[in-house]
C-alpha cells in the first residue's frame, strides 16, 4: 500500500475493498483489517485467500463461526481450542459422556450458515486477565480460564461476534458474512492438551471458502482421496493387514504388499552401494546405559516401549538406530583417510505412538526406515550434502515425484555445540542446496537443539504435501560418545555426524505411493505383472507354458484357472489392478502368441511371447 500516511486515522478496511482481502501485514506482523493506521507504518501488504495467511485467518475465523453455533444450539458445551489447519479447521469442545451425532453436525452447519448470513462484525478486545477470567468465569469457560492462567503477559486478547466471545491472538476477519461457503467434514475424540487421562473431548473438522466454487473443487478432490485411501486400497489390493492379536500400530505385510517392499529394498540396497555407503545391520534391542548416554531417556522416553530386565540387566527395543550405527564407527580407530564413512541400514524401530494418532501405514509404532549415517571431516561436509541431496532427488523421481518443498531448519535458542559449528553446518546445507537447484524456504530457529536439517516434502498426485527425505546435522551423539578421527597432523578430532533417510521409513512412504499411484503401480512395482487367462480347461498346459517362459524372463505372474468366465476374469483383473493380461485361446496356442489387454487400455492386439516379453522389459526400464 503506498501514501500510507494520507490514510492516518483510518482503518484500513474503510480504504479497500474488503471482499477480497481478509487480512494485512504491517511492517511484517498480521493484523486485523479493523487496524487503524497510524502514520509510523513502512509498509502495509494486503493479503487474500490465495495467501497462506490469508487462508489461516478466513479458517481461524470460520472455526469461531463453528463454535458460536455449537454454543447457541449445546449451551452446556464447553470451548477448549480451535485453530485453523492445513485445510480448513477444527474446534475441540467438551460435551460430557456424549458425542456428536451426524444428525448433531448437521444442525451445527445449518446454525454456522445462519451466523454467517447475520453478517456479525468481529471485533478485537485486550482485556486484562482479571476481566477476561471473570467474562469466562461467568460463562462457565473452565478451559479458557485456565489459559488464561498460563499466560505471562497482563493483558490478553478476545474476539467478540454478537453474544459470542472468545480467547484468541488473532487475527480474524472484520466479519461473518465474508465466508461464503461453510462445510462440516467429520468429527472425532481427542483428548484436552493431548494427555489420556485428561478430560475427553469432541472435535469437529471443517472447512470454507470465500466462493461456492471452491468449495465445490475441494469436496471433489475429498472424494478422490477417499478413493485413493491406502487403508481402503490395502485391503481391496491385499497388501497389508492390521490384526488386533498382534497390537494397534503394528502392520503385517501381505504377499503382494511383501513382494512391493522387496522390489523397492532390493532398488535402494544397490543404488546405496554405488554411492560408497556400507551395510550394516544392528539388535533390536539395546542396554540402558546406551540410550542413557544417547539422551533418549531423558528427552525420548515417554516415546518408547518400557524397560525389559534381562539377568539383572535393563533393555529398551530400539526407536532410533543412531546409538548402534556410533558403536559400529567406535568398533576400530578411526583416521581422516576412512572418512567420510557412510552406514546405512533398513533398521526397524518401535516407537509408542499414542492410539489416538495411529493412521493406517502413515502413523505406526512398528517401522523400518532407510537410515544411515555419515561421518566425515568439516572439509568433506559440503560434499556429502550435496551428494546426499542429489541421491535423495534421483530416489524420489524413480518413484515418480518431481515436485517439492523444501525447508532449511537453523538455530534455535537452545542448542549444543558452537555458533562456529552451526554457522558451518547451516551454510554447507545452503550452498549445497542452492548447487543441486533446491528452491528452499527457511525455517528460522526450527533446527532440532543438536543440529540444522533439511527437509524436503514431496508432493503427490492430488497436491498434498507429505514429510520424506530428512538431512540432520548432529553435534550432539558423537560429544556423548565421544567418538573421534586421527587427522593428518597426528591429533583425535570428533567428526563431524549426519543422520539421513531419503524415504523416511518403508511403511509410511509405501502408505504415500498407493495413494498417490490410486494403486495402480508401475509395472516395475507390481506385485503380479501378468496375469494369464486361458478360456478354457484344455488351454491350462499352454499358460503353463507361457508361465514357465515369463517366470524364467523374471516377470512375475500367475495363471487365473478358475471355472468362470472369461469377462468376469478380465473384470476381476482390471479390479485388482493388473498391469497386463494374457488371453489365450486355441488360437493363440496353435500361433504360440498371447492376446494382451494393458490396465486402463483394454485390449492392445495379439503378440509372441517373445515380442511380449520385450514389451514388459521395455516399459520396466523406462520406469
Not at 532 to 560: H, M, N, Q, T, V
Request: hydrophobic content about 35%; aromatic content about 12%.
Amino acid at each position: 500500500m503506498k501514501d500510507i500516511k494520507k490514510y492516518i486515522g483510518k482503518k484500513i478496511l474503510e480504504i479497500i475493498n474488503n471482499n477480497e482481502f481478509f487480512v494485512a501485514l504491517v511492517d511484517g506482523e498480521p493484523k486485523d483489517l479493523t487496524y487503524e493506521i497510524k502514520g509510523t507504518e513502512r509498509e502495509i501488504e494486503l493479503l487474500d485467500f490465495e495467501h497462506p495467511l490469508g487462508k489461516e485467518t478466513f479458517w481461524h475465523t470460520s472455526s469461531h463461526i463453528m463454535a458460536q453455533a455449537v454454543k447457541e444450539l449445546f449451551p452446556d458445551a464447553k470451548l477448549t481450542i480451535g485453530p485453523p489447519i492445513e485445510n480448513g479447521f477444527y474446534y475441540d469442545f467438551y460435551i460430557g459422556e456424549r458425542t456428536f451425532s451426524p444428525e448433531d453436525l448437521e444442525k451445527i452447519e445449518e446454525r454456522a450458515k445462519e451466523i454467517i448470513k447475520r453478517d456479525l462484525k468481529v471485533e478485537r478486545v485486550e482485556l486484562s486477565k482479571n476481566e477476561a477470567i471473570k467474562i469466562f468465569k461467568e460463562r462457565n469457560e473452565n478451559f479458557k480460564i485456565e489459559l488464561i492462567n498460563e499466560i505471562e503477559e497482563e493483558k490478553v486478547t478476545c474476539y467478540k461476534q454478537g453474544d459470542f466471545i472468545d480467547l484468541c491472538k488473532g487475527p480474524h476477519l472484520p466479519r461473518t458474512g465474508l465466508v461464503k461457503a461453510f462445510k462440516i467434514l467429520s468429527s472425532s475424540s481427542s483428548y484436552w492438551r493431548k494427555n489420556e487421562k485428561g478430560p475427553l473431548l469432541q472435535r469437529i473438522y471443517g472447512i470454507s471458502f470465500p466462493d461456492d466454487k471452491k468449495l465445490e473443487e475441494y469436496l471433489k478432490n475429498l472424494e478422490e482421496i477417499k478413493k485413493r485411501d491406502h487403508r481402503k486400497l490395502g485391503k481391496e489390493l491385499n497388501l497389508f493387514h492390521y490384526s488386533e492379536d498382534v497390537g494397534a500400530g503394528l502392520i503385517l505385510w501381505l504377499p503382494k504388499g511383501a513382494f512391493i517392499r522387496r522390489e523397492i529394498e532390493n532398488f535402494m540396497f544397490q543404488e546405496h552401494l554405488k554411492r560408497g555407503y556400507l551395510p550394516v545391520y544392528t539388535p533390536h534391542i539395546g542396554k540402558r546405559r546406551m540410550w542413557e548416554i544417547s539422551g533418549h531417556l531423558d528427552f525420548y522416553k515417554e516415546n518408547m516401549y518400557p524397560e525389559m530386565k534381562v539377568e539383572e540387566e535393563g533393555y529398551f527395543i530400539k526407536p532410533m538406530n543412531c546409538p548402534f550405527h556410533i558403536q559400529i564407527y567406535r568398533s576400530e580407530l578411526r583416521s581422516y583417510r576412512d572418512l567420510p564413512l557412510r552406514l546405512f541400514e533398513f533398521g526397524t524401530v518401535y516407537r509408542f505412538e499414542r492410539s489416538g494418532v495411529l493412521h493406517g501405514l502413515t502413523r505406526v509404532r512398528g517401522f523400518t526406515q532407510d537410515d544411515a549415517h555419515i561421518f566425515c571431516t568439516p572439509e568433506q561436509v559440503e560434499d556429502e550434502i550435496k551428494g546426499v541431496i542429489e541421491f535423495a532427488l534421483f530416489i524420489l523421481k524413480k518413484f515418480g515425484f518431481v515436485d517439492y518443498k523444501v525447508y532449511i531448519s537453523t538455530k534455535p535458542k537452545e542448542y549444543v555445540g558452537t555458533d562456529d559449528m552451526w554457522e558451518m553446518a547451516t551454510n554447507s546445507l545452503i550452498k549445497a542446496s542452492k548447487e543441486t537447484g533446491l528452491i528452499f524456504e527457511i525455517a528460522e530457529g526450527e533446527g532440532a537443539f543438536y543440529g540444522p536439517k533439511i527437509d524436503i516434502l514431496i508432493k503427490d498426485a492430488l497436491g498434498r504435501k507429505w514429510q520424506c527425505t530428512t538431512i540432520q546435522f548432529d553435534f550432539n551423539l558423537p560429544e556423548k560418545f565421544d567418538i573421534i578421527y586421527r587427522d593428518k597432523d597426528g591429533r583425535d578430532k570428533k567428526p563431524y555426524m549426519i543422520h539421513r533417510a531419503l524415504l523416511g521409513s518403508f511403511e509410511r512412504f509405501f502408505g504415500v505411493l498407493i495413494e498417490h499411484y490410486r494403486g495402480n503401480f508401475p509395472l516395475w512395482l507390481s506385485p503380479e505383472q501378468v496375469r494369464i487367462l486361458p478360456i478354457s480347461e484344455k488351454l491350462i498346459k499352454y499358460a503353463k507354458k507361457i508361465e514357465k517362459i515369463l517366470k524364467k524372463e523374471g516377470i512375475r505372474c500367475k495363471i487365473d484357472s478358475e471355472n468362470e468366465k472369461l469377462g468376469y476374469k478380465v473384470r476381476k483383473a482390471e479390479i485388482e489392478k493388473v498391469p497386463y493380461v494374457f488371453v489365450v485361446g486355441k488360437k493363440e496356442e496353435e500361433s504360440e502368441r498371447v492376446s494382451i489387454r494393458k490396465h486402463g487400455e483394454g485390449d492392445i492386439g495379439t503378440m509372441s511371447i517373445e515380442e511380449a516379453i520385450k514389451k514388459i522389459k521395455e516399459e520396466i526400464e523406462r520406469n
